[in-house]
């Protein structure tokens, strides 16, 4: 067997363990309704916002809106923005349900979103759950209904949803359904429910967790240097012997256009190394694992002949198979789903940036502050 033949059958080896034995993670299953509780606990919605006047109007007009029958209310968290996003916010509230508070000054070792959320729980008061959600998000208006009703009916102590991502634009059809199908390939939502396995993930923009169990973890504190706060809030509870729950959504969804590769590639390169957790060996892994998986088909079947070529052929059809289903979730031709090499070529060269960015002390760096500098 030739080089390149080998290549292909273990490149197409990668693509049948992923397909097959990754929790089915490739297709996009909504979570099914289930019956309402005869006790609506109260809760409070938290919305850290930094410089948000082009979304907050819709964001916060949209839980203002939700169906609850139980007692809740929302708390907006400026955090420092310049741009008039309280002022724009506070004049939806008409009936009292929206407060608005001042981020503190960047407390040592936090993050300022996590430092944001930390000042809204401490003017959530009594509520027993607390839904943390980002400043450009819109909610079906039954969302929260609908999650408090998961959460009581399942026993669970944290739910949260995978956001339906904008994707109105050329680069946007290119690069954001990639972005869920990696996540979940990464953490696959049958995982993260299943209390017999360790993979815990969560999606920042919509998280709903126990007053309790935020308690007893030690509160946000336990995550305040964290880059992925969602991701590190889901591990922490489970850990500690929680019961979480990560659903994709089609009704609720985020309103951040990335119009442009260069927003979405500024976009993971702000991350993309913490989820290493740093290491080098983890980015030399999965540069290697990425070329394996998505580069090599397609190459394999251009440059190579009879048995490698063979072998990309079919590498890249397994490949474009378990993409399609998250290309049709968002509405989009089939024909993007054999582009997944291409999307993938640009993931891994923001995944390399991200890493370069560190060491030259720019990593995190989001809205012109950078983040990692109060966690180091």
């Known amino acids: 067997m030739t080089v390149a033949a080998a290549m292909g059958l273990l490149t197409l080896a990668i693509c049948l363990v992923l397909l097959f034995g990754r929790g089915l993670f490739w297709w996009p299953c909504l979570p099914v309704p289930v019956g309402e509780p005869t006790r609506w606990p109260s809760v409070v919605v938290i919305v850290p916002a930094h410089d948000e006047a082009a979304v ?19 708390v907006l968290v400026d955090d420092h923005s310049s741009d008039g996003t309280s002022a724009i ?4 509230d008409t009936d009292g349900r929206l407060r608005i508070v001042d981020a503190p000054p960047l407390p040592h070792g936090w993050t300022g979103k996590l430092s944001a959320m930390n000042r809204g729980v401490a003017e959530a008061g009594a509520a027993e759950l607390i839904l943390f959600t980002d400043a450009d998000i819109v909610h079906h208006p039954t969302n929260l209904r609908e999650l408090i009703a998961r959460l009581e009916a399942e026993k669970r102590d ?14 946007e059809h290119l690069l954001l359904p990639a972005f869920v199908f990696f996540f979940a390939m990464l953490y696959p939502f049958a995982w993260v429910g299943d209390p017999r396995r360790k993979t815990a993930a969560a999606a920042g923009g919509c998280m709903l967790i126990r007053r309790e169990t935020l308690e007893r973890i030690g509160g946000i504190a336990v995550i305040k240097g964290e880059l992925i706060d969602d991701c590190a809030l889901a591990r922490t509870v489970k850990e500690s012997g929680g019961s979480i729950r990560l659903d994709l959504t089609d009704g609720t969804a985020s ?9 979405t590639w500024d976009m993971i390169a702000r991350c993309a190394f913490a989820q290493l957790r740093y290491s080098p060996a983890l980015l030399v892994g999965t540069i290697i694992g990425m070329a394996l998986t998505y ?26 198979v378990a993409y399609l289903p998250m290309v049709r979730f968002y509405r989009l031709s089939p024909l993007w789903a054999p582009l997944l090499p291409v999307t993938a070529l640009i993931y891994l060269g923001a995944t390399i940036a991200s890493a370069w960015r560190h060491y030259r002390g720019h990593g995190g760096s989001w809205k012109g502050r950078v983040e990692w500098r109060s966690v180091r």
Do not use: N
């Not at 949260?160 to 050329?170: F, P, Y």
């Open 56 to 74: 907050i109007e819709r964001a916060i007009g949209s839980l203002l809106r939700q169906d609850y029958p139980g007692d809740f209310s929302i």
């Open 89 to 92: 916010a506070r004049r939806l």
């Open 158 to 171: 944290l739910v949260s949803l995978m956001v339906r991502l904008h994707c109105d634009s050329i680069a």
């Open 255 to 263: 309103i951040r256009p990335y119009p442009s590769v260069t927003s």
């Open 295 to 320: 580069m090599a088909p397609p190459a394999l079947l251009l440059f190579t002949k009879d048995g490698a070529a063979w072998f990309g052929a079919a590498a890249w059809v397994l490949m474009t």
